[in-house]
């Protein structure tokens, strides 16, 4: 009998699967005429026997573990990153652009060595909790591999060294049944996606589609060299006239500057995504999904989900202190606009790699439920007040690492169907 997989992913899956099974069909027609053909002599002094071909009518259907559409379908599957090994970044253009100045001494002093010891130990601790407890919840948790982010690579372009596999919503980004790793832009994260390998393999010998994004080069072309960084004010001045560190040299994109709702999808220009990079996207995943540029409010963009946070069909978490520009189409669509209200994390929290805002960088496990910050008690009566139930988990020294929940988790699989949220 002639078993087809069928790829589950709406229409892409179901063309898939019909494509492969003609295939593998012609394929077996034209073996049993070539076998039948060569032996002929020999089955003629055989006694006959009738020949029958078996079909199948249709595909036998496999549920492949890759299927997801949006931010809030119930989640059954996810990776969580991993703090081991983490190391601070060399101290590199593109990474000073994305970091503020109070920071700019720590990256200095410990660029291209580990996160402080102590603080990293305590992040590994609430992120090892974290899983415990969206395994209590019901969701499989996978993680990526362990790996040494000290070693110094080259090539042709460039010499770094690593920084860590914390955040897969920084590299991966699931549509439908089809894993897309993103090129990224930071030099340090050259070889980041080394850690997920053999998940993805995994995943793709299970039928999900994989795509690699066009791998660029991070040749000095890529980086505005002068890029004046100085006060929040020149940045505001700088993002508002559509000037960012990564240049138009090559594609390039973070898969976290990117928000998923059906068949739309939002992205930001941004520190690490250009426009050459959405285009790629846009022509990708052309005709089912459309790509939807946004922008904001900004002094430092860099990855949308502490920013405009979709947690619902239509409705969407949107940043007061990050105003969307072309928030009138989400409220002539229907969108419901949430404002969160203002985090509570101390001033004196290091956060090297991020903002305070990441109060709102959520993880919806469904509808009803949301991963929210233990410590931020003003936005889970938010969540409460919206008829949604808050599962508190504290990951604070693990925000100091760039990330809140949304940021150090990728959904690999939501029970749910592909549908439009947005006219």
């Avoid at 405009?308 to 189409?329: A, K, T, W, Y």
């Avoid at 808050?390 to 990330?403: F, P």
Wanted: hydrophobic share 40%; proline share 7%; aromatic share 10%.
């Amino acid at each position: 009998m002639l078993r087809v997989r069928c790829l589950r992913g709406g229409s892409r899956g179901a063309e898939a699967a019909h494509l492969i099974g003609a295939m593998l069909s012609r394929s077996l027609t034209g073996w049993v005429q070539r076998a039948f053909g060569s032996t002929s002599s020999a089955a003629a002094a055989q006694p006959q026997h009738a020949f029958v071909e078996e079909h199948v009518t249709e595909p036998v259907h496999q549920e492949c573990p890759v299927c997801s559409y949006n931010e809030w379908d119930p989640l059954e599957e996810v990776i969580v990153g991993r703090a081991e090994n983490a190391h601070v970044p060399p101290f590199t253009v593109e990474v000073k652009a994305n970091t503020y100045e109070k920071y700019w001494p720590f990256y200095q002093k410990h660029g291209g060595r580990s996160f402080p010891a102590d603080h990293l130990k305590k992040a590994v601790a609430e992120i090892e909790e974290m899983c415990n407890i969206l395994s209590h919840e019901g969701v499989t948790v996978r993680r990526p591999e362990p790996i040494d982010w000290s070693l110094e690579y080259k090539t042709p372009d460039f010499t770094s060294s690593g920084m860590y596999a914390a955040m897969p919503r920084d590299i991966l980004m699931v549509v439908g049944n089809e894993i897309i790793e993103a090129p990224m832009a930071w030099r340090a994260r050259f070889f980041e996606y080394r850690a997920y390998r053999p998940l993805i393999k995994e995943y793709f010998k299970k039928g999900a589609k994989w795509t690699t994004a066009p791998k660029p080069t991070m040749a000095d072309e890529l980086y505005d060299q002068d890029y004046p960084i100085r006060t929040v004010e020149d940045r505001h001045k700088l993002a508002a006239e559509g000037k960012f560190v990564t240049t138009e040299h090559e594609p390039c994109f973070d898969a976290a500057d990117f928000i998923r709702a059906g068949r739309d999808l939002f992205v930001q220009r941004s520190q690490v995504t250009n426009y050459m990079g959405i285009e790629w996207m846009r022509r990708h995943l052309a005709p089912d999904y459309k790509i939807h540029i946004v922008s904001f409010k900004d002094p430092n963009p860099m990855h949308i989900d502490a920013t405009f946070n979709i947690i619902g069909p239509g409705l969407v978490l949107s940043n007061p202190d990050r105003p969307c520009h072309q928030i009138e189409m989400f409220k002539k669509a229907g969108w419901t606009i949430v404002k969160p209200p203002t985090p509570v994390i101390p001033d004196d929290h290091p956060l090297w790699m991020s903002s305070k805002w990441l109060s709102m960088n959520v993880l919806m496990l469904d509808e009803k439920r949301v991963m929210v910050d233990a410590n931020e008690a003003s936005i889970q009566k938010m969540f409460e007040n919206l008829g949604i139930k808050t599962i508190k988990v504290s990951i604070r020294h693990a925000n100091s690492l760039g990330g809140g929940f949304h940021c150090w988790t990728t959904d690999v699989r939501r029970r749910g169907t592909l549908q439009s949220y947005f006219h």
